[in-house]
């Protein structure tokens, strides 16, 4: 079980930590990957992280504002979001998956994860 957290309103420019939490599964050989979709758009995976080799991905789109990071000792991945622009705008999910070769080639393509949150609304307005 995966569970997400952390949304809310924010202005442009500020920013937000989203938490996952993983419980009821072992995900020492998993990725965890948050994903996002905004009304009327396909999901967009934002970034991944692996939980042994901590290998990170990010969307071409918050490179060098967002960083995922994770805490083995609490079973939670963090996604640290800055400088927050109206199209970060969605509801935020989290979601574990097997690390396999497939993952670790696309670590942003939400056909490799098995395991969903339930998602958090991260809304961007002044």
């Known amino acids: 079980q995966l569970q997400a957290s952390g949304g809310g309103l924010v202005q442009p420019g500020g920013s937000l930590r989203l938490s996952c939490e993983a419980s009821g599964f072992t995900w020492d050989n998993h990725a965890i990957a948050w994903f996002r979709r905004a009304p009327g758009t396909e999901r967009e995976g934002v970034s991944s992280?692996?939980?042994?080799?901590?290998?990170?991905k990010y969307a071409n789109s918050v490179k060098g504002r967002f960083t995922i990071s994770k805490d083995n000792a609490k079973n939670t991945v963090y996604l640290q979001m800055n400088s927050l622009k109206y199209e970060d705008a969605a509801i935020y999910y989290c979601?574990?998956?097997?690390?396999?070769?497939?993952?670790?080639?696309?670590?942003?393509?939400?056909?490799?994860?098995?395991?969903w949150g339930q998602g958090t609304q991260v809304t961007v307005s002044s």
């Open positions: 992280i692996t939980n042994r080799r901590g290998i990170l």
């Open positions: 979601a574990a998956g097997l690390f396999t070769a497939d993952v670790l080639r696309n670590p942003l393509d939400p056909k490799g994860y098995d395991y």
